[in-house]
């Protein structure tokens, strides 16, 4: 696994070459689209060249914010990844500021980044979280992703502790409001949408454990470990869901 791991991070540079090397983005993006896609035929990803490529770039900031994630020695290579796919989102955003996969891969890259700041940065983001996961909701109720990325906002915020709680009412007067209740609704929410998707069965059970409901948590996992992968992260979600399930039992 960590052999095919680091394949793809090294073909996800190679990539990223590749586009530095083409000239900016053009209104039609030819030479930059065709490197995308290029890349995902390869990788057996569907792809489509839609309204200047937005498709392409929501995909590309996607990819490297789920590469980011995976890195965890070298966090300078993780911040790197995580800045392509905020770049990449602010490209797709700048062409369509109301599409709704945009604000969607927007919100996790700046998420993803934020896992690794803290104080007044970290709380900015999660500013913007909100903001981009409620565009994305509002331009396509049906988006799965973005109502899991809202549950996780709604958890997150949910556990801040006393000193983050008093630096967001000091800088910005506070947050708009967060439970674990809300992120059970969301998650829940996700589900409905696309019951094959494993990460958010893996966060779901997190919060309704939370939530002092173990034993809806300990379904919601062993559910997941039934489910096919999707992912090449999926593989390592399910891990970690066995090694909380031991815990919880």
Same mark, same amino acid.
């Given at each position: 696994?960590?052999?095919?791991?680091?394949?793809?991070? &090294? &073909?996800?540079?190679?990539?990223?070459?590749?586009?530095?090397?083409?000239?900016?983005?053009?209104?039609?993006?030819?030479?930059?689209?065709?490197?995308?896609?290029?890349?995902?035929?390869?990788?057996?990803?569907?792809?489509?060249?839609?309204?200047?490529?937005? =498709?392409?770039?929501?995909?590309?900031?996607?990819?490297?914010?789920?590469?980011?994630?995976?890195?965890?020695?070298?966090?300078?290579?993780? /911040?790197?990844?995580?800045?392509?796919?905020?770049?990449?989102?602010?490209? !797709?955003?700048?062409? /369509?500021?109301?599409?709704?996969?945009?604000?969607?891969?927007?919100?996790?890259?700046?998420?993803? @980044?934020?896992?690794?700041?803290?104080?007044?940065?970290?709380?900015? +983001?999660?500013?913007? *979280?909100?903001?981009?996961? /409620?565009?994305?909701?509002?331009?396509?109720?049906? +988006?799965?992703?973005?109502?899991?990325?809202?549950?996780?906002?709604?958890?997150?915020?949910?556990?801040?502790?006393?000193?983050?709680?008093?630096? *967001?009412? *000091?800088?910005?007067?506070?947050?708009?409001? !967060?439970?674990?209740?809300? @992120?059970?609704?969301?998650?829940?929410?996700?589900?409905?949408?696309?019951?094959?998707?494993?990460?958010?069965?893996?966060?779901?059970?997190? !919060? =309704?454990? /939370? +939530?002092?409901?173990? +034993?809806?948590?300990?379904? =919601?996992?062993?559910?997941?470990?039934?489910?096919? =992968? &999707?992912?090449?992260?999926?593989?390592?979600?399910?891990?970690?869901?066995?090694?909380?399930?031991?815990?919880? &039992?």
């Amino acid at each position: 696994m960590s052999e095919q791991i680091n394949i793809l991070q &090294q &073909q996800a540079i190679e990539l990223l070459k590749e586009l530095i090397a083409t000239p900016s983005f053009s209104k039609e993006e030819e030479e930059t689209a065709a490197i995308i896609c290029k890349f995902f035929a390869l990788k057996g990803i569907p792809a489509s060249r839609v309204g200047n490529n937005i =498709y392409a770039l929501n995909k590309c900031s996607e990819l490297c914010s789920r590469i980011g994630q995976r890195e965890i020695k070298n966090t300078k290579l993780r /911040d790197d990844y995580y800045l392509a796919a905020k770049i990449y989102a602010e490209t !797709a955003l700048k062409i /369509d500021p109301k599409n709704s996969e945009s604000n969607c891969v927007m919100a996790i890259a700046l998420g993803r @980044s934020s896992m690794s700041k803290s104080g007044k940065e970290k709380i900015l +983001n999660a500013r913007e *979280v909100k903001k981009h996961v /409620d565009a994305a909701i509002a331009n396509d109720p049906q +988006n799965f992703k973005a109502w899991h990325v809202l549950g996780r906002w709604q958890y997150e915020i949910s556990n801040l502790n006393a000193l983050e709680r008093s630096l *967001v009412k *000091v800088l910005y007067g506070g947050l708009p409001p !967060a439970t674990i209740k809300q @992120s059970i609704v969301a998650f829940e929410k996700a589900r409905a949408l696309r019951p094959e998707f494993i990460l958010n069965y893996f966060e779901m059970a997190k !919060a =309704y454990k /939370d +939530n002092h409901n173990k +034993n809806k948590a300990i379904t =919601y996992l062993q559910l997941m470990f039934t489910l096919p =992968y &999707q992912t090449e992260d999926d593989p390592v979600i399910k891990q970690k869901g066995r090694a909380l399930l031991k815990d919880w &039992q």
